[in-house]
């Protein structure tokens, strides 16, 4: 780049050509060149209205720091909309310069190989896992969802029926539709069975009354599925036996019980939702200025016992749940009242527990608090949200997922904290007790996986994790270190514990410490979603070497 930081300038350049000195090499192109590109640094330089000033040589020629044979693969690229780089030219250093001018189409030149792929396996007995048959699948199977040309950014599972969201923000469901949860209509219309006849869908299909609107995030819950869009409007379709929809009194009892197809959850409207969490029978919703929403099973959400409830809330908003099992729900939003001043920016609900994270990455647990999943140090229920102190204090959590007996933080600097019930392992140690009721640090993921950890998922019973290379049986170039110590690129692997059909281990095998799922080696994970008993992998090709 020009020698000298970017300052004010006097006067707009007055002829279209310019001359460079790069590196000692002069060259000289047109200013509408060096334009081409509205995002990149050169752009910022020779702009009209730029605020650079560029150093000059005694010549009056524009200094640029660069190495020329980097240098003049991007400018004729600027040119002819064509990356060419001769044979005798590193290709990684006009990837360096690349990113070092910030020029996109060269580096989409070097990223071109880097198309989607994306695994499941797991229970398939619905069709959840889109491999157009219903049949379980033990190991990382590749599937396709939508169209070659169609990005997945978003996978969400519930308890044996999947849903997908589309960079186009377009939904798409499969699986088991007897609650609605698909919100592909009434699903008696369906012509595919289960084995217990059951209405499923093998083919991936477009919730069709969310084609109007950019959908920007999905969430499941055990029968029930929601959307939020990019105006922050939330749909909701499924089973709504304990008030799940949020709608109130007038969309709650026997004629409510299944939702068929996507409504707006008009109780919502106005207060800016940016993200959802569903457990198996209430809802989270945080907003845009930290505020927690919940509603359904009063157990799980955080507004107090049924007697403190029942003292704030009007009784038309209190209702007996229309399962088997008679519950206390409560049918409208209502505020969370944190015990911190402290933003929370995520959330994530369980079966029967809710989280969530504030800006200073401390945790709050609530619900109840089986096998101790709540990380309180004991197994009893909690009605407030309550901080997760102990291994966790000094920690930065980042992000968490939540089984349905245990919970798994991820720290700022990769680290994985367990705690809950462990009788399966899914704790990550052999040597603790059937519930940890406190977080446990599950040192071995960096000895087995290399890496440090970048996202955490959880099923029923087991955990899993993706670490980010260098991995230690990988002598590809991805894993290879720079001189920084860094790997060359990121190759994220999935990593197991626990016992479940959804591992992907071949067999529902109880595995205590951390197991590699074998079969994606070739790919970069990029992240990992459990249902009950299936999973979902979202990854990419890792392009060769440049």
Known sequence: MAAGAPKAVGT??????????????????????????????????????????????????????????????????????????????????????????????????????????????????????????????????????????????????????????????????FGNGDWGQLGLGNPKLFHEKADDKTPIVMVPMLVKS??????????????????LTENHEVYFWGNNNHGQSGLGEAFFGASYRKIEEPVLVETLQGKKIV?????????????????????????????????????????????????????????????????????????????????????????????VGFQGRLGHGDKEPCFVPVRVTASLEGQRVVDLACGSFHTVALTDEGTVFCWGDNANGQCGSGTLPEAVTWPHHVPNLRVIGGGVAKAVSCGRQHTAVVMNGPHPWCTNYCCRLRHDGKPQADHGQVYVFGESKGMGLGAAMKVCNAKLVPGMEQYNVQSVVSGLHHTFVLAEVIPCAP
């Open 275 to 367: 993200q959802l969490g569903c457990g198996s029978f209430f809802v989270l919703a945080l907003s845009e200025d930290g505020s927690i929403y919940s509603w359904g099973l009063v157990d799980c959400v955080g507004h107090g016992t049924l007697e403190q409830i029942q003292e704030v809330v009007d009784a038309e908003d209190i209702a007996e749940s229309v399962s088997k099992d008679k519950r206390t729900v409560l049918l409208k939003p209502r505020k969370v009242a944190m015990p911190t001043k402290d933003k929370v920016v995520r959330i994530n609900a369980g079966q029967w527990h809710s989280c969530a994270i504030t800006e200073k990455g401390e945790l709050y647990t609530w619900g």
């Open 12 to 173: 707009a350049p007055t002829s279209n050509w310019v001359t460079l000195n790069v590196g000692g090499h002069l060259v000289t192109t047109s200013r509408t060149t060096l334009m081409a590109d509205p995002t990149s640094q050169l752009y910022a330089m020779f702009s009209p209205d730029s605020t650079w000033h560029l150093d000059t040589d005694k010549d009056g020629n524009v200094l640029v720091d660069a190495d020329p044979q980097y240098f003049l693969p991007i400018l004729n690229f600027l040119r002819y909309n064509e990356v060419v780089i001769p044979s005798s030219v590193p290709a990684r250093g006009v990837h360096a310069a690349a990113s070092y001018f910030n020029v996109q189409g060269v580096l989409d030149y070097f990223n071109r190989d880097k198309r989607q792929v994306i695994f499941s396996w797991g229970s398939g007995g619905s069709g959840e896992l889109g491999t157009l048959d219903k049949a379980d699948v033990l190991t990382p199977t590749v599937v396709t969802i939508v169209a070659y040309d169609v990005r997945v950014t978003e996978v969400a599972l519930g308890a044996n029926y999947s849903c997908v969201l589309t960079s186009s923000g377009k939904v798409y469901t």
């Open 210 to 227: 969310l084609e109007a609107k950019k959908v920007v995030s999905v969430a499941c819950g055990y029968a029930y599925a929601m959307a």
